[in-house]
């Protein structure tokens, strides 16, 4: 253990020079962040490795942790000082849906980053109902409605059909539902009284954690999953599935993973807070600069087993700007894994409306809300002021340009109308958001028992 005066030292001497003459000193330089295995922790990966953590004066250490309710309550319990969680989790805790806790984030990870699998039984079956190109390949986007007839020949067979994602609140759950709903399939509800999300469910979905995702269909508990890479691209490599669909093509760069601290530690170590925003932006940009030049190193870094431990073919496939989605239909999407571009790791206070929306549509949130409720809530949790700050000095210090900041930004992104099912999703609006979406509660409804009133 460093003495203080040693501390002091070091992290002076780490400091940056512009950093110096501001006389910006962590509160606490040695710090111990959380992550799972998967792509989307490569931010916090190459900030360590390209030394931008030690450029602040923090001494950081990474741990891969066994879940995302493993890293939350270790967060909330100060075991880790922060962490990579899900979108959803520094919301859901924060107004109390599962472990209670003031989390706030100043850094979104990631755009984009998942897809959603089925097993190679389904999609023999799914491919019966799914149009197909002029050389015999599937059309995509490949809707839920060529699922259906799957779910509903099992149902009359008294099956029940059991599909994966990651969390409760987590992107998977929301982009899995999403494209359920908007396939017709019903992937069930959440209440007070039943927290399972299965209530009047044609899909039963489940939590699994990520990296065992591929053994859990293989092993037919599962039939289906939607996970981050490099689970569905493992599923391809393993020949035992098959990903239908991308998140990309879901909902056209969406956010996916936040860092997250607690709001106590922001209070506490304001510096630190900012200090560590900084050196995760310039990782994201590394990761994204000159076209993806950095990609193939990314790739091999990631591949090492502190990290995501997945052979280095099996990361590639998604992150150097391709998909595979059968077996040798590999395809073009350079904007799979977005990191630094369109504004990627600006903090929207509009991203966390929407995955406040989906908590309230599939009963998460019990109660209807005022939209005045959803602009409570995101301000509280996502913290653009940090990011700013934290951006302004980078831009002084020349490591990224003024046109990559949206300074202007009140918070919220122009109506965004790029998703499957075609419906526009305005951040200002968010009931009557909910109102036009087909499956789910809306107005006062809510869930009672094993249905829906309101």
């Keep these: 253990m460093k003495t203080l005066f040693g501390a002091m030292a070091a992290s002076i001497l780490a400091l940056s020079a512009a950093n110096a003459q501001e006389m910006i000193f962590p509160e606490k330089d040695e710090l111990k962040f959380g992550f799972i295995k998967l792509t989307d922790m490569a931010p916090l990966a190459i900030a360590y490795e390209k030394g931008y953590f030690e450029n602040e004066g923090l001494f950081v250490t990474l741990e891969a942790q066994a879940n995302w309710k493993v890293?939350?309550?270790?967060?909330?319990?100060?075991?880790?000082?922060g962490a990579h969680m899900l979108a959803g989790q520094p919301l859901a805790a924060t107004i109390g849906f599962g472990t209670e806790a003031h989390i706030v984030t100043p850094f979104s990870m990631d755009l984009n980053g998942n897809g959603i699998t089925v097993s190679n039984e389904i999609w023999a079956e799914m491919k019966k109902h799914i149009p197909h190109d002029a050389d015999g390949k599937p059309i995509h986007p490949i809707s839920a409605a060529a699922l259906k007839p799957v779910v509903e020949k099992y149902k009359a067979e008294g099956k029940p059909f059991n599909m994966g994602m990651v969390f409760p609140v987590s992107t998977?759950?929301?982009?899995?539902?999403?494209?359920?709903?908007a396939g017709g399939l019903k992937p069930g509800?959440?209440?007070?009284?039943n927290v399972s999300?299965?209530?009047?469910?044609?899909?039963?979905?489940?939590?699994?954690?990520?990296?065992?995702?591929?053994?859990?269909?293989?092993?037919g508990t599962i039939y289906g999953y939607c996970v981050g890479e490099p689970w569905n691209q493992q599923a391809v490599f393993k020949g035992i599935g098959v990903p239908v669909i991308t998140d990309y093509e879901i909902w056209k760069d969406n956010p996916e993973k936040v860092f997250g601290l607690t709001k106590e530690f922001t209070d506490e170590n304001p510096n630190t807070t900012l200090l560590l925003t900084k050196a995760l932006i310039r990782a994201a940009k590394w990761l994204d600069?000159?076209?993806?030049?950095?990609?193939?190193?990314?790739?091999?870094i990631l591949s090492r087993p502190e990290y995501v431990g997945a052979d280095y073919e099996v990361i590639a496939a998604s992150m150097t700007g391709t998909f595979e989605y059968e077996k040798g239909d590999k395809r073009a999407v350079p904007d799979f894994n977005v990191f630094y571009r369109y504004n990627a790791t600006y903090p929207f206070y509009?991203?966390?409306?929407?995955?406040?929306?989906?908590?309230?549509r599939w009963g998460q949130i019990a109660e209807a809300k005022p939209d005045s409720w959803y602009d409570e809530v995101a301000k509280s949790v996502y913290r653009p002021d940090i990011y700013l700050k934290?951006?302004?000095?980078?831009?002084?210090e020349g490591h990224i340009d003024a046109a990559d900041v949206p300074w202007d930004s009140d918070g919220y992104k122009a109506p965004q109308s790029q998703f499957l099912d075609g419906v526009t999703y305005d951040g200002k609006a968010p009931n009557a958001?909910?109102?036009?979406?087909?499956?789910?509660?809306?107005?006062?409804?809510?869930?009672?028992?094993?249905?829906?009133?309101?």
Excluded: C
């Design 71 to 81: 890293l939350l309550d270790r967060v909330i319990d100060g075991q880790l000082d």
């Design 172 to 181: 998977h759950n929301y982009e899995l539902r999403y494209w359920l709903a």
């Design 189 to 193: 509800f959440y209440s007070p009284d």
């Design 197 to 219: 999300g299965q209530i009047g469910a044609d899909v039963l979905l489940s939590v699994t954690p990520p990296p065992q995702m591929p053994a859990t269909m293989e092993a």
């Design 289 to 300: 600069e000159n076209d993806n030049a950095n990609r193939p190193e990314a790739v091999e």
């Design 350 to 360: 509009s991203d966390a409306v929407w995955y406040l929306t989906q908590m309230r």
């Design 390 to 396: 934290a951006a302004k000095i980078l831009v002084e």
């Design 433 to 454: 958001y909910l109102e036009k979406l087909t499956i789910g509660l809306k107005g006062e409804q809510k869930v009672v028992g094993n249905g829906v009133e309101g």
